[in-house]
T-cell receptor, first 113, second 114 residues
Framework: DGGITQSPKYLFRKEGQNVTLSCEQN?????MYWYRQDPGQGLRLIYY?????DFQKGDIAEGYSVSREKKESFPLTVTSAQKNPTAFYLC???WGQGSTEAFFGQGTRLTVV | DQQVKQNSPSLSVQEGRISILNCDYT??????FLWYKKYPAEGPTFLIS?????DKNEDGRFTVFLNKSAKHLSLHIVPSQPGDSAVYFC?????????????FGKGTHLIIQP
């Protein structure tokens, strides 16, 4: 089955700690994305990558970091510099430049305790 | 500055009736529009889209209408079913712009009542 897998589904972190969210896709998509959703808010773009070993900041990149060492994987690290990290994080992928649709994973709920 | 607006945070519709979800946009460069459906604690799934060269696109019970002059689109679901209860996000993009150009509205929570 092709798809996007995010893990874990729920994650708890102590304040001041970094945490990495996993995202893997087997759709052979070139582009991958990380979004954040807060209650009553739309999806906001954190980072995106159009190709392996390259990534760009989205609208709300501060306090986050990413890597794209493999086409299938696009992990997101929420650092201690992110002031309000509790949110629902969504990973997505698409065919890349020219593709206007994104396909989403199931999401990771991060809670800072 | 919200470029895609869904002004109704929630909408309650009786089962079997028509559900109409509205979306307005301000950026005249947008020319491709999508609707996503999202259940709680799950990722959004693509529902239907429309290009600006059309004013209507239909897929089964779902129809999207686009009024470019008014910068307005709407999603019609008829007849509404219990499984349609979800949050619906309107999104806009420039055709061929890449999914990083997607701009989402805040969503409308559709509740289908039996």
């Amino acid at each position: 089955d092709g798809g996007i897998t995010q893990s874990p589904k729920y994650l708890f972190r102590k304040e001041g700690q970094n945490v990495t969210l996993s995202c893997e896709q087997n759709l052979n998509h070139d582009a991958m994305y990380w979004y954040r959703q807060d209650p009553g808010q739309g999806l906001r773009l954190i980072y995106y990558s159009q190709i392996v070993n390259d990534f760009q900041k989205g609208d709300i990149a501060e306090g986050y970091s990413v890597s794209r060492e493999k086409k299938e994987s696009f992990p997101l690290t929420v650092t201690s510099a992110q002031k309000n990290p509790t949110a629902f994080y969504l990973c997505a992928s698409s065919w890349g430049q020219g593709s206007t649709e994104a396909f989403f994973g199931q999401g990771t709920r991060l809670t800072v305790v | 500055d919200q470029q895609v607006k869904q002004n109704s945070p929630s909408l309650s519709v009786q089962e079997g009736r028509i559900s109409i979800l509205n979306c307005d946009y301000t950026n005249s460069m947008f020319d491709y529009f999508l609707w996503y459906k999202k259940y709680p604690a799950e990722g959004p799934t693509f529902l239907i889209s429309i290009s600006s060269i059309k004013d209507k696109n239909e897929d089964g019970r779902f129809t999207v209408f686009l009024n470019k002059s008014a910068k307005h689109l709407s999603l019609h679901i008829v007849p509404s079913q219990p499984g349609d209860s979800a949050v619906y996000f309107c999104a806009a993009n420039v055709a061929g712009g890449g999914a990083d150009g997607l701009t989402f509205g805040k969503g409308t929570h559709l509740i289908i009542q039996p």
